[in-house]
């Protein structure tokens, strides 16, 4: 079983950068996709970024593109998440997790992920 910890997240100004990070505090997650998710009150968990278990493959929200890089460190069994440029409309809790299934390509649907971290809040004021 894999324990997933975010960390990172904070209160920022429009324009602002925060990295947040995602270690796997039991279990290794070497060799599965991994992908970002936020959620705010009473809506749905919305897809951010998602990365293959090498690295080599990516994919993003049209609302995040270009403005932040998802990347992962499989010696030291974390996630990463840069995020530029952040506005208002980022404010959420961001949620890390692991695929399913072995992660040949980034995963999209949140079904397709079996473990999650616990959240960090991103606050991003105007």
């Known amino acids: 079983q894999v324990q997933l910890v975010e960390s990172g997240g904070g209160l920022v100004q429009a324009g602002g950068s925060l990295r947040l990070s995602c270690a796997a505090s039991?279990?290794?997650?070497?060799?599965?996709?991994m992908g970002w998710f936020r959620q705010v009150p009473g809506k749905d968990r919305e897809f951010v970024a998602a990365?293959?278990?090498?690295?080599?493959?990516?994919y993003y929200a049209d609302s995040v593109k270009g403005r932040f890089a998802i990347s992962r460190d499989n010696t030291r069994n974390t996630v990463y998440l840069q995020m530029n440029s952040l506005k208002p409309e980022d404010t959420a809790t961001y949620y890390c997790?692991?695929?399913?299934?072995?992660?040949?390509?980034?995963?999209?649907?949140?079904?397709?992920?079996?473990?999650w971290g616990q959240g960090t809040q991103v606050t991003v004021s105007s």
């Open positions: 990365i293959s278990w090498s690295g080599g493959s990516t």
């Open positions: 039991r279990g290794t997650f070497s060799g599965y996709g």
């Open positions: 997790a692991t695929s399913k299934t072995d992660g040949t390509v980034p995963f999209t649907d949140p079904h397709d992920y079996g473990y």
